[in-house]
């Protein structure tokens, strides 16, 4: 597009102003598809995200136990992740084999009792 338009960074501010006029009178901006929307990464993150703060409907419940079998606490399946560090397939695998994690804690599905 520089090529086209010119060199258009030795352009005076009013000049600018100018030319963005001519520009948008002209309908190039309005024909313009892009023109008037918010770029998708404006809400992919944060508070922005439209499913930030819930919880996907099939996540599991997850109950998290001492070796000695004392419920220590539950989580959604993610929360218990992101708890521990590690990934949702890590703690689907220890829920599956049921092997101690880290020699400190077990893990079962609420629904499995």
């Given at each position: 597009m520089a090529r086209r338009l010119?060199?258009?960074e030795k352009l005076t501010i009013p000049c600018m102003v100018k030319f963005l006029l001519v520009l948008f009178e002209s309908g190039y901006a309005a024909n313009?598809?892009?023109y008037g929307k918010v770029p998708a990464s404006a809400?992919?993150?944060?508070?922005?995200h439209p499913l930030y703060g819930?919880?996907?409907?099939?996540a599991m419940t997850i109950n998290v136990y001492s070796?000695?079998?004392k419920l220590i606490q539950s989580f959604s399946s993610q929360v218990a992740a992101n708890w521990l560090g590690v990934s949702n397939?890590?703690?689907h695998n220890y829920i599956?084999?049921?092997?101690?994690?880290n020699n400190l804690y077990r893990f079962e599905n609420s629904g499995s009792k």
């Open positions: 010119g060199n258009l313009n598809p892009m809400f992919q993150s944060g508070p922005n819930k919880v996907a409907a099939n070796p000695d079998g397939v890590t703690v599956k084999s049921g092997k101690v994690f």
